[in-house]
């Protein structure tokens, strides 16, 4: 069920240290999720954008979601393709991609 936990990461803060580096810092918050797979039919769609959808995560409560675009499961992070607000009546689903690169970009 939802004994999993998933970070949401808000947009970052930019500052800058002293030598002028960039930095940035997220809010996170933790939320209960169900994982699962990626339908095929929504793999493929993605496809067509060159997105490569890699799970589907589900909240049990859609108020939790404030439409983030980056969140952190497993230790890996990912880029919400998509929230699907149709998926159940009080719980919404994000299609995410996992990100690739340096701290995940």
Known sequence: MYDNVAILKTDPVVTYDSDGNEI???????VYVMPRGV?????????????QPSI??????????NGEKLLEYEGELYNVIRP??????DSISLICERRIG????
């Not at 940035?24 to 933790?30: H, I, K, M």
Request: net charge negative.
């Open 24 to 30: 940035l810092t997220y809010s996170d918050r933790t």
């Open 39 to 51: 339908y095929a039919s929504e793999f493929y769609s993605a496809g067509q954008l060159n997105l």
């Open 56 to 65: 589907t995560l589900t909240l049990t409560n859609k108020a939790d979601y």
């Open 84 to 89: 699907d607000w149709t998926a159940q009546r």
């Open 102 to 105: 340096p701290n995940g970009s």
